[in-house]
């Protein structure tokens, strides 16, 4: 398959190709003229990239998920851990959220004035709000 038609399928710019060629990621089978061509695979790859990124992980960790040979090799562990770090992620950003929602929605005067916030403030201060959030 060559350059032209990758770039077609995957969508992707011929400067991420290049730069992941050049961090290792994939590798052109060969050369058709000047044109680089790519073994089928390739499409396989670049989707498991973008898959990757998607969910935060670096190249270099994406990297390390395959083979000299073409092929993953997959961390288990690591896509656990991976996957913990965005649970904790997603209820820190609910919990931001619904602090945003009762502060836009609050019937106090002022914030000084809620219940909820002086609550917030205290579990802030003393780490709490960290704490619940790491479990």
Not at 125 to 135: D, P
Request: charged letters at 25%.
């Amino acid at each position: 398959m060559d350059i032209a038609e990758v770039a077609q399928r995957s969508g992707m710019a011929a400067s991420t190709r290049r730069y992941y060629e050049k961090k290792g990621l994939i590798k052109p089978a060969g050369r058709h003229g000047l044109r680089r061509t790519y073994a089928p695979g390739v499409l396989d790859t670049l989707a498991i990239i973008s898959l990757g990124q998607s969910a935060g992980l670096s190249l270099d960790e994406i990297g390390a998920m395959f083979t000299p040979e073409g092929g993953t090799s997959i961390d288990r562990a690591f896509l656990l851990a991976k996957a913990e770090q965005i649970e904790a992620l997603a209820r820190r950003l609910k919990a931001m959220s619904e602090g945003l929602r009762h502060a836009a929605a609050c019937p106090a005067p002022s914030h000084a004035e809620c219940p909820k916030f002086q609550r917030l403030l205290k579990a802030a201060a003393s780490g709490a709000i960290e704490r619940s959030l790491r479990m």
